[in-house]
């Protein structure tokens, strides 16, 4: 998996692929490399980032993933908004990896209503505030229940556990010794 970031203040790139042009050709590159799914995100989760609207996360992914699924890419769209994630859907996308695990207003119902894969991912707390002073009185036992319970919310409104993947976060709500 290839993870593009078009966003200004991403952690893992810095922000050198907001250009459209620029963003085409990474994600380009990543597929001659062997990457198989180019796992596209348009706001930075980045400890300390703030939020944007759907409308600016939307123009900054939608070029990019319709250009992926044109050139045979399997497209994950990283997004916790609703509608991202449907824009994203029709564009041909076909993972929903979400850091907050679908718990956002409609998210849960707006990827049940699809056929894709969807990745739960587990942080403490916002972007904006994750890595201050995250506290657990045991990590695994506690990310492992927020898990399970968003598998069983998932099951609950009929979405298949074949589609779910599970990511326990690392670095997001967690201590180098959480990780």
């Known amino acids: 998996m290839g993870v593009l970031n078009i966003t200004p203040d991403s952690f893992s790139d810095g922000g050198q692929f907001v ?18 799914i180019i796992d596209i995100g348009g706001e930075s989760t980045r400890p300390g980032a703030t939020p944007v609207s759907a409308e600016e996360e939307l123009q900054r992914v939608l070029p990019t993933v319709r250009a992926m699924v044109a050139a045979g890419a399997l497209v994950s769209i990283d997004t916790s908004k609703p509608e991202v994630m449907r824009a994203a859907l029709e564009a041909g996308a076909q993972l929903i990896n979400d850091v907050h695990a679908l718990r956002l207003p409609g998210a849960l ?20 505030s994750m890595q201050q002073a995250p506290r657990y009185d045991d990590v695994v036992v506690e990310v492992a229940g927020f898990l399970a319970a968003r598998v069983a919310a998932c099951e609950q409104v009929g979405v298949a556990r074949e589609r779910l993947i599970v990511d326990p976060g690392f670095g997001f709500g967690k201590t180098l010794d959480h990780n």
């Open 19 to 36: 250009d459209q042009r620029a963003a085409r050709q990474r994600a380009e590159r990543m597929l001659e490399e062997g990457a198989t």
């Open 109 to 128: 119902a707006a990827a049940a209503q699809s056929h894709a894969a969807l990745c739960l991912m587990h942080m403490q707390g916002e972007p904006r």
